[in-house]
């Protein structure tokens, strides 16, 4: 059983590596842009809640910014 886990654990080592590049910088931009915009809240939620990308994305997605709109 123990050769089990340890193999399992080698096929996953690739995906977890990429999720976490992905969680990574998905992170930073998301609290770059929120730190940018005076958004302290969302700076601190994005930093203190791990949620494989998908809180990041989430806020860059309520707050992309328009064509028309300047930083």
Same mark, same amino acid.
């Given at each position: 059983?123990?050769?089990?886990?340890?193999?399992?654990?080698?096929?996953?080592?690739? /995906? =977890?590596?990429?999720?976490? *590049?992905?969680?990574? #910088?998905?992170?930073? +931009?998301?609290?770059?842009?929120?730190? @940018? !915009? $005076?958004?302290?809240?969302? /700076? =601190?939620?994005?930093?203190? *809640?791990?949620?494989? #990308?998908?809180?990041? +994305?989430?806020?860059?997605?309520?707050? @992309? !910014? $328009?064509?028309?709109?300047?930083?």
């Amino acid at each position: 059983m123990e050769t089990q886990t340890a193999e399992w654990y080698h096929h996953m080592l690739p /995906f =977890i590596i990429v999720l976490t *590049i992905f969680e990574l #910088g998905m992170k930073l +931009i998301a609290m770059w842009r929120a730190g @940018r !915009k $005076n958004q302290l809240a969302w /700076f =601190i939620v994005i930093g203190l *809640i791990n949620t494989a #990308g998908i809180l990041p +994305i989430i806020y860059l997605i309520l707050n @992309r !910014k $328009n064509k028309t709109e300047e930083d």
